[in-house]
């Protein structure tokens, strides 16, 4: 039985987590999901290497909104390099699942952003878990998690 | 008995730490408060890993208060990398609250923004020793720290 | 027998893992591939880390294709920290091979200097590995991989 | 008897070492000063972390002056994030001391103000190590080093 | 007998260890040059970290020649603090030798200032580690590598 770390917080306008513990309910058995909620995405790198460390969870996702000031995006970038360092510092994987609030000006379209990255992306840890010979078939194909995929050049 | 660190600085211009510790003792009992101050936020990471370190503190409340210049932006900038780092290397979550000058051009409203930041992170910090529960309701609720709450999109 | 690790991504819009394979493959023998794809430039760190240390490669080429926006940059940026990073961490070399995709417009010029950026950086992995003396002769003689050499300066 | 490390560089246009060290013997006794010089900022990080580590310094106080050019302005953020990353390597307070050129326009004033800054985070230094009550009582009184204070807000 | 270090690049459009290593053989004897090249400047802190950890090298100089654009200022960004953090996990100084293609538009001038200023660097390595009193001597008098000095204020 694996653990699955799943990291969020109470800044995000959206419940991340929720549609990705659906998604990764609806794909597949044989994990156990172990949720924490921390105040911002500065938070998350430290809660993401404690689910690894202290929850033995075999991989995390760390799900987030950083806001449209520029102050927020230096936010996310500190965030993301703590998430990269507490990858190299446990040899797991933590997939970064950050939905900027400035990428779309539409309530609505926001909301569904963050519902179908977050999905996507917990098909991505699952398959990273189960089935990276899924990842491997997809090597260079362009694709996006949110969006429609960007496919290969030409 | 569980130790709480709060770490603050000469350079701020608002007594930060009294707002986190009297808030601390307003909501709660059950824990012991050591404070350590420094003079500015570059010297807040150590300071903090010293607080889990050689004085066993649980969690850590890093208060600063960065000044409005482009220089100010940076140093901000490095202290918050060194405290996901000191996080990283001791498994201990330090919430970070950081008030920038900028956020206002009232010294009266900057003072009361500092004090309710303050008292809400003193309350986060409280929340993730002890009641852990009450983040994981809030998640993606949009909540704020010393502004009004952004809420959840739509 | 060496093992050399190839870790590329499906964000990328181009397989710039099969023309370093086939690169390395043309070259030489005496050593074995140990290929993994991961979602993004920033999963690439803790996967060249895995290849170093759990499947025992003695040198890595990392392969992404970051995104022409500013977030992008950013991206790009936390992925080179990270891989600067695993190498300390780790004692080996891992080559990074980055192409932008704004470094030129045309999709099919984009599909090309992926190819020969990925194979030249193959040949310096390779010589690396197996003929250092080959890079210490071309010291200071203003390399580049995918477009025409810069050549040493007058 | 309490070993306090002093770092400067060549680089820097006026001997701020000679001042902080000057500045500490004035102020106590019970310690005795090592001093390293190194070429520029970027060379701080080790040679302080040396000092703690093979010197046995119980603090460090790292003196340098950034010229005023963008690239320098750069060097002296690496510089900073090596200082942060130092001190929590070892557990030991780094007083960073850097006076950018491009502060003042006027060379005597620039003088002045190394001169000054130097001393105020000497005696911040020797504060730290012999009466860290006299910083507790200075917490968010918005102390500034080398020019006036700012005080609190309001 | 001592090891010093050389590392550099086939980017570079210069032979700077070349320089460095002559320089080096004028000025002094009671050590062994170990030199490695690499590609580019991104694969130098690996590369200084092992020939300190690996061959022994008690001081390295890591030569490199960023390019012009954008990119190559963030890849030197990302390089030094790459080198910085090398020596904070060796406790050993690698002094960095940097030129920047854009410095100087005439080839020529680039030329006799990569020449140069890896000549001085490489007095600056020989004189940390067989004569740092040299070092302690120019404290704070505006030195400058490459350039003529600054000169202190006033």
Known sequence: MINIGVADTTFARYDMAASAIDELKRIGTGFKIVRRTVPGIKDLPVACKKLIEEQGCGIVIALGMPGPADKDRVC??????????????????????????????DGRELAKLADHRSREHARNAYDMMFHPERLAKNAGKGLREGFGDAGPVE
Chains 1, 2, 3, 4, 5 share one sequence.
């Not at 996310?76 to 990428?103: K, M, P």
């Open 76 to 105: 996310a970038h500190e965030a993301s390099q703590g998430l990269i360092h507490a990858q190299l510092l446990t040899n797991t994987h933590i997939i970064e699942v950050f939905v900027h609030e400035d990428e779309t000006t």
